[in-house]
């Protein structure tokens, strides 16, 4: 089923590798094998992986930085394309409005970009680990802004394999949402809202974001997919999933290797060796707890995949 694939990426010089591990390319750290994964080296080279993808249809999905996603314990028949990589730098457009910036980007690398360019106004991705595309995917935010509040609009290469541009309207934003988080289209570049400011107030900001997340959240050097549940809407307002947790008694709560972070009880870690059924064994319970106590039932924000490669 994928020999004709893997043979046309052996030609075209696209790095991949047959029956991967995937676990090692997830902040998770959870999950089986894959029948390819490929590792593009460039955005036109990614663009060209997808296109192909497409006109062979076969089954398949883009994951960025694996920050916010866990894959099953067997072994998905589909291809995995990478898009963090080798990304080109980052580009103030004409008229000094907006930034152009490959979707593969790392955060953290380009809020240092940002800091040294003068351009403010995307702080709040501070210590949100992942790619640019990941967080425009899932609409990722914090401190009170999110990705709807600054992205423009993108590349993408669509479910045809065909390459376009769509605006900012064309994600049908929603909380922590949009449709490319479990869309079949794909991000090539994003552009991005610059409000200009000052080397030193944006790298400052940048440093009070970082402070704050490392006095709340549990340590980056853990395994884990950032908050695993999306704040419930109540009344005319967020409220506090990882409050409603930890008001459980479930802070420490484990399933295997899993366990709910002592820090911050939105926050499930993997101890070491962590299955996808301990993970799925944590969800329900704590699921069932909050909604028995305080008759909310919580929505993962953590990205689900299918033996078959769909997202969930």
């Known amino acids: 089923m994928f020999a004709p694939f893997a043979a046309w990426?052996?030609?075209?010089?696209?790095?991949?590798?047959?029956?991967?591990?995937?676990?090692p390319h997830l902040y998770f750290r959870i999950g089986g094998s894959v029948s390819l994964l490929v590792a593009p080296s460039s955005v036109e080279q990614?663009?060209?992986?997808?296109?192909?993808?497409?006109?062979?249809?076969?089954?398949?999905?883009?994951?960025?930085?694996?920050s916010n996603i866990a894959f099953p314990d067997g072994r998905v028949r589909a291809v995995?394309?990478?898009?963090?990589?080798?990304?080109?730098?980052?580009?103030?457009?004409?008229?000094?409005?907006?930034?152009?910036v490959d979707a593969g980007a790392r955060n953290q690398p380009f809020l240092a970009w940002c800091a040294a360019?003068?351009?403010?106004?995307?702080?709040?991705?501070?210590?949100i680990p992942g790619t640019?595309?990941?967080?425009?995917?899932?609409?990722?935010?914090?401190?009170?802004?999110?990705?709807a509040d600054v992205l423009l609009g993108a590349e993408i290469?669509?479910?045809?394999?065909?390459?376009?541009?769509?605006?900012?309207?064309?994600?049908?934003?929603?909380?922590?949402?949009?449709?490319?988080?479990?869309?079949?289209?794909?991000l090539l570049t994003l552009r991005l809202r610059r409000d200009p400011g000052a080397a030193e107030a944006i790298a400052a900001r940048i440093r009070e974001h970082l402070e704050y997340r490392a006095r709340r959240h549990p340590s980056y050097r853990v395994a884990s997919a950032g908050c695993f549940f999306k704040n419930p809407t109540l009344g005319v307002g967020k409220a506090s999933a990882g409050r409603m947790i930890e008001e459980c008694g479930l802070k420490g709560a484990a399933s295997g290797a899993l366990a709910v972070a002592?820090?911050?009880?939105?926050?499930?870690?993997?101890?070491?060796?962590?299955?996808?059924?301990?993970?799925?064994?944590?969800?329900?319970?704590?699921?069932?707890?909050?909604a028995a106590r305080c008759g909310v039932v919580l929505e993962r924000e953590v990205i689900y995949v299918t033996l078959d490669g769909k997202k969930y």
Not at 9 to 23: C, K, N, T, W
């Open 80 to 100: 995995v394309v990478l898009a963090a990589g080798e990304e080109a730098a980052p580009v103030l457009l004409p008229g000094g409005e907006a930034v152009g």
């Open 46 to 66: 990614r663009r060209r992986v997808l296109a192909r993808l497409a006109a062979e249809g076969l089954p398949g999905l883009i994951i960025g930085g694996g």
């Open 117 to 127: 360019n003068g351009v403010a106004g995307l702080e709040f991705l501070s210590g």
């Open 262 to 290: 002592e820090e911050h009880a939105n926050f499930l870690v993997n101890r070491g060796g962590g299955s996808f059924a301990d993970l799925q064994r944590l969800e329900e319970r704590i699921r069932s707890a909050v």
């Open 9 to 23: 990426l052996r030609s075209a010089g696209v790095p991949f590798q047959e029956d991967a591990a995937i676990a």
């Open 132 to 147: 640019l595309g990941g967080a425009a995917a899932v609409n990722a935010g914090a401190f009170g802004r999110s990705m």
């Open 157 to 186: 290469v669509d479910e045809r394999g065909e390459t376009g541009r769509v605006d900012a309207g064309d994600f049908a934003f929603r909380y922590r949402d949009s449709r490319f988080k479990l869309g079949g289209a794909a």
